[in-house]
C-alpha cells in the first residue's frame, strides 16, 4: 500500500482536509486487514476533536459503501425515498411509513437494524408478525421491492462492512458521537441500499442518543450536508423524544399501536410524526407539491384503508401473515401484566424515557449485546404524558411481563421515571426544533 | 478487570483528569495484553488533544516505571544525578558529561538509547571504543556505579516495557509530539534507572525534535512540573540545535571529539554546553553551592586530566580500552574522505541540522529502523558554523565515508544544507531560550 497511514492520520490530527482518494486507500485498507485497528482508533478520536468537511465525511461514506454489496435498484421503477431515525424509545415510525408512502408510489428501499442498547429495532418489531422474514439477500430484496414498492431487511455481513468493522471500533473507543462519523455510518446503508433521497428523523430528549437542541440540530444539519455532497436529496426533521412516542414500548405492542395508526386511529403524537416525515418523503421523491400537500396525501391513505392494504401485500410479499392488519390479537402480547400507579395527584413533570427503554429491555423487549434472544411479547403501555393530569391511584403504566426478578427492577425503574407534581409543567413540542 | 475502559477513554475525551488508580489499572492490562492496542492509541489521541495535568502524567510515569524492573541504587552512596538530551546532530554531551560529573562524585546511573532516526545514539558512539559492553544486567550496572560513580548501559527488554510498547505504538499513530506523553516516556527509564535528580537538555532548532523556541519551553517546563510530582529534582537547559553540535557528527568522529573536550580541549560550544548541564547537575546534587560554582569545578577538571582520568576508569569497568583515552586514533575513523567546498564567498547562512543527520545516516552513521547496522567510522567534519565567513573553494564539510551511492546523495544534502549569503546573519545564541 502506498499510503503512509501515519501521515494520514497526523493530517487529520492537525486539521487538514483529506482528499478522498486517501481516505478511499484508507478505508479499503483496513478492511483487507492491511489497516490495523489501532491507526484506525487513533484515525477516529483525531476525528472526534477535529471533525471532518461535508466533502470529507461524503468521501468516506462512498468508500464505506464501496466496501461492501450494493443493492442496485436501477431496474426498479419509481423514485427510491427512505427514512431513518436516530432511535428512541416507542418508536414505530419505519412500521407504518414504509407502507403508507409505498401505497403513494414511491419506493422505499429499507435496510434496518436489530434493536440494541435502550431503543428497540424495527427489524424485531416486524418478527411479532407470524412467519414475516427480513433475512433476504439482494434478490429477494428486489423482488419484494418490485411486488409491493416497499421492503424492510436486515443487514447481511456483506453490506458496508467497513461500517460493521468501524462502529465496532468506534463503540469501545468512545468515539461513537461525533457527528461525521454519525453521518457517514447512516448514509452508507443508505447509499448502499440504493435510496435517492432521505428524510432523517432526528430524536432529542431523554430518550435520545442526543438530549439537547443543539447537539440535534447540528446532526441534522449534517446530515442534510453530507447528504448533499453525496448527490443525494436528504432532509431532516427534528422530533421529541422526551417522552416515549405513542404508548406502546415492546415489539408485539409496538407492532400493534403500528396498525391502529396505519388503520387511520392510533395516537395522535406517532400520527403527527409519521404524516410530517411522509410529507417530506413525498416531497423529496417529487410526488408531491410540496411536503403540506404530501401530508394531505398520506392522510387520505390512512383514512381510505390503501395504507394498510399496502401493509397487507408488503408483509405478504416478505412472507408474513396479512391477517394481522385485521387481526392484531395474532401479534402475541404477555397475558401476565401489572400496573404502576400514580402515588399521588398531580400533573405529570417528566418521564424518564431512556430509563423506560431500559425497563422494557429488561423485561426482555430488547437485548443488551448482539446474539441476545428477545422477547417479542413484553414490554409497556405507558398511559399518561408530560403535562397530563393524575389522580392518585390512576394507572401510569401497565406491564406486559413474565414474571420473576426482572419485574420488579422493571417496576422499580418505571415508578420512580414518571414523576407528577402540583404545577403543570410546560408542554413537549412533537416538532422541538425546526432546521 | 475491574476497569471501564471505553469509559476511561472517554473521560480523558472529555477533558476530565484521571485518577492515579485507574491510570495503572489501565496501563497494566495493557502490558499484560488485557487491554488492546487500539484502545489505547484512541487513549493517546484524546491525550494529545486534552493535554495531562503534571500529576496524571506523573501518575502515568509511575505505572509505566511498576511494569519493569527497577534499578534500586539504595546500596550506592553518593546523590544520583542524570541528565538527558531530546536528541539533536551531532550531540556528544554525555560521552562528556557523565565522566566528567562523576569525577565531581555525583554518581550517574545513565540508562541510553541506541541511535534512531536522524540522531545519533550515545550507545552506538560508545561502541566505538574496542571492548566497550554496555548490555549490562542490573548487578552488572550496580558494580559499574560502585567502581566507576557512573555507568551507561542499554535498555534490557524487562527495562520499563509499558514505554516499549506505548513508543511504539505512539509511532505508527502520529501520537509522538504530545509533551505529557514525552514526559513520561522520558521520565519513566530515568525513575526506573535509579535517578534522584535530572537535567533536562532540551534542544532546539532545525536538528531537533522541537524546532520552535515556545514548543521546547513548553516541553522544558512541563518536564520540570511533572518530575516534581514525581518528587524528583529535574531542571532543564534549552539548547541550540539549529546546527550541529562541535564539529563531528558520527560515532566515532564524536567520540574523539568528546575526549578531546575531556582533555580540556575541543569545541566551545560543546564544551559551553557540558559546563551549563553539568553546573546544573551538580546543583541538584548538593555537590555544589549554585550552579555557577558546579561550572566552576567542572572546568577546573576538564583542565587538570581528572575527568579524563575518570574516563580511562569508567570505560574499564564496563569492558572498553581506557588507553583510547590518549590514542584516540583507536577510534577508528574510514580513511576515505570527500570535501564539500564552498562555491562561492560570503557568510553562512543556515545549516539544514536535520538534513546533516540523514546524511550521516546514508553514510551508514545511523539507522533508518532498529535492528539495521550502524558504520561507525563513517560520518562528519562540519568546519564552518552559522556566521563564519568563507571564501569561494573554502572546505565546509569533509565526509568520511565508504563510496558508492550513498557518498553522492550525502555530497548532494551538504550542499545543498549549507547557505553562504552577502549579509552575515545574526548569531545562533547556545542558549536560545530560558526558563
Known sequence: MALNVPELIRAKRQGQPLDPASLKEFIDGYVA???????????????????????????????MVESGEQYRLEGIEGPKVDKHSTGGVGDKVSL???PLV??????????????????????????????????????????????AGCAIIGQTDSFVPADKRLYA??????????IPLICSSILSKKVAAGMESLVMDVKV?????????????????????????????????????GQPLGHAVGNALEMRE????????????????????GGEMLLLAGLAEDAEAGRAELAKRLGDGSALEKFRQWVEAQGGDPRVADDPDMLEVSGE??????????YIQSIATRDFGVAANLLGAGRAKLGDDVDLAVGLAVHRKVGDRVEKGDPLVTIYHRGGRSLKEAETILRGGIVAGPEKPPPLPLFPVTL
Open 102 to 147: 409505498a401505497s403513494a408510489h414511491a419506493i422505499v428501499p429499507k435496510v434496518s437494524g436489530r434493536g440494541l442498547g435502550h431503543t428497540g429495532g424495527t427489524l424485531d418489531k416486524l418478527s411479532s408478525i407470524p412467519g414475516f422474514r427480513w433475512e433476504l439477500g439482494r434478490e429477494e430484496f428486489l423482488n419484494v421491492l418490485r411486488k
Open 205 to 241: 430528549g431523554s430518550g435520545a442518543f442526543l438530549e439537547e437542541d443543539e447537539e440535534a440540530r447540528a446532526l441534522a444539519a449534517a446530515l442534510v450536508e453530507v447528504g448533499a455532497a453525496l448527490g443525494k436529496k436528504v432532509s431532516a426533521v427534528i422530533t421529541q423524544m
Open 33 to 63: 486487514g492491511q489497516v490495523p485497528d489501532y491507526q484506525v482508533a487513533a484515525f477516529l478520536m483525531a476525528v472526534f476533536f477535529r471533525g471532518m468537511t461535508p466533502e470529507e465525511s461524503a468521501a468516506l461514506t462512498r468508500s
Open 337 to 346: 401484566t401489572a400496573v404502576v400507579e400514580a402515588r399521588e395527584g398531580g
Open 258 to 277: 403500528a396498525l391502529d395508526v396505519l388503520r387511520g386511529e392510533g395516537p395522535s403524537d406517532v400520527r403527527d410524526v409519521v404524516l410530517r416525515i
Open 169 to 178: 471500533l468506534r463503540d469501545v473507543t468512545a468515539t461513537v458521537d461525533s
Open 96 to 98: 407504518v411509513l414504509v
